[in-house]
Every structure is written in structure tokens, then in C-alpha cells.
């Protein structure tokens, strides 16, 4: 399964954008890109998905790169509720929805 | 529409004890999974559930089972408790009609919290 890079922790002033970036370089053509952030001690929440498109919610946009290996998730407006760690995961083909959690970023929103 | 609920929110137990944790999926969901969630980690995954059956496992010893009821809700066990065993437990529901290669996003409880003495 292909594994995630991340930093482990980002600082972002309150109504900025932030940029979270991902390394996924051993992704494999039919892998999806999945996004979830957990506040702390809470269960991991959905934030957005994409397979090769650039794709775009009321909460996010997730740009990936032409070759797949790296992608972007961007909060374009943080606030103090957006502090958290944000999983970047890599969907384990044919392994209905298992999912891979790596060690996250941890995004600091500051006022 | 309740989504993915857990119980108990917190559990203490002593080293060498059974324990059992249950989860509810979201309305229409029928697969389940489990996560063990260590302290500054991210969640591990244990194992999943679909038509009542163990569909999935993750790297976790044979002291870890679990079951899924024809409602779609889940137990997970875990039989003599150790202290590395203190986490949070994570609970994800998905929705059904899932095929290999669709992406169906899975919703996650707000987890039972184990703590091993």
C-alpha cells in the first residue's frame, strides 16, 4: 500500500489559506487520495477525496499533482476551529475503504 | 440522522481483563471497521466488518475479535487486557453497494476511550 509523507506540524494565521502538503510517490494508478482531519480526542472527520482532478468542497481543496506523487490540501480561510491533525491517506486498492493512517500534520491556527 | 455512535465514551480496566466495545453505524451503512487509536498516533486499523462476517484484519493478535449483529451494529472484543492496550478505539461506518477502485469516504464515531491499570 502506498504510504503518505506529511509534515508533522504546520503553523497558519487565522484567515489565511493553509497549505498542507502530502507526499504519496509509490501511489498506484487506481489509488484515491483521501483527507481527514481529527480535533483533538475526537474521531477523524471526512474532509475531501480526489483520484487525479483537482477537487474542491465547502470545506476544502485538494490539488494533486499531474504525476500523482504529491498533493495539497488548501483551507482557504483558516480559523481557530481548523486547529487539528490532518491525515493524508491513500486508499489500499481492493481493500474495501481499509484505510492507512500515518502520523498526520498538525495544524496550529493562530489568531 | 444520528451518525456513528460508540459506547461507553470511557472504560477503566484492570491488566488481564475481557473487554467489549459496541458501535452503531450511521443510518443506511452497513460495513463496519475498527481502529485502535495510541496516544500522538493515528489510528490503526483492526479490522472490518460486512454481512456479518470478518472481511478485513489489520496486524492485530487473536485476543482481538469482534462481531457484527444483523442490524449492521458491531462489538469489538479484547481478551487479556494488557497495558499497551490503553487507546482510543475507533469505529467507522461505510455506506453498502461498495465496489474495489469507488472511493466511499467512511464516518467515524467519536470513539470509546480504554484506559488498562
Known amino acids: 500500500d502506498a504510504k503518505t509523507t506529511q509534515p508533522p506540524s504546520m503553523d497558519c494565521a487565522e484567515g489565511r489559506a493553509a497549505n498542507l502538503p502530502c507526499n504519496h510517490s509509490t501511489i498506484s494508478g487506481n489509488e484515491y487520495v483521501y483527507w481527514y482531519r481529527q480535533i483533538h480526542s475526537q474521531g477523524p472527520q471526512y474532509i475531501i477525496h480526489?483520484?487525479?482532478n483537482n477537487e474542491t468542497n465547502e470545506m476544502a481543496s485538494l490539488i494533486i499533482t499531474e504525476d500523482r506523487k504529491s498533493s495539497t490540501l488548501i483551507l482557504p480561510h483558516a480559523t481557530l476551529r481548523d486547529t487539528a491533525v490532518y491525515y493524508c491517506?491513500?486508499?489500499?486498492?481492493?481493500?474495501?475503504?481499509?484505510?492507512?493512517f500515518g502520523s498526520g500534520t498538525k495544524l496550529n491556527v493562530k489568531p | 440522522d444520528a451518525g456513528v455512535t460508540q459506547s461507553p465514551t470511557h472504560l477503566i480496566k484492570t491488566r488481564g481483563q475481557q473487554v467489549t466495545l459496541r458501535c452503531s453505524p450511521k443510518?443506511?451503512?452497513?460495513?463496519v471497521s475498527w481502529y485502535q487509536q495510541a496516544l500522538g498516533q493515528g489510528p490503526q486499523f483492526i479490522f472490518q466488518?460486512?454481512?456479518?462476517?470478518?472481511?478485513q484484519r489489520g496486524n492485530f493478535p487473536d485476543r482481538f475479535s469482534g462481531h457484527q449483529f444483523p442490524n449492521y451494529s458491531s462489538e469489538l472484543n479484547v481478551n487479556a487486557l494488557l497495558l499497551g492496550d490503553s487507546a482510543l478505539y475507533l469505529c467507522?461506518?461505510?455506506?453498502?453497494?461498495?465496489?474495489?477502485?469507488?472511493?466511499?469516504?467512511?464516518?467515524f464515531g467519536p470513539g470509546t476511550r480504554l484506559t488498562v491499570t
Open positions: 443510518s443506511g451503512h452497513d460495513t
Open positions: 480526489g483520484l487525479k
Open positions: 491517506i491513500v486508499r489500499a486498492p481492493y481493500n474495501f475503504n481499509k484505510f492507512y
Open positions: 467507522a461506518s461505510s455506506p453498502p453497494g461498495l465496489a474495489v477502485g469507488t472511493s466511499y469516504e467512511q464516518y
Open positions: 466488518y460486512y454481512e456479518e462476517e470478518e472481511r
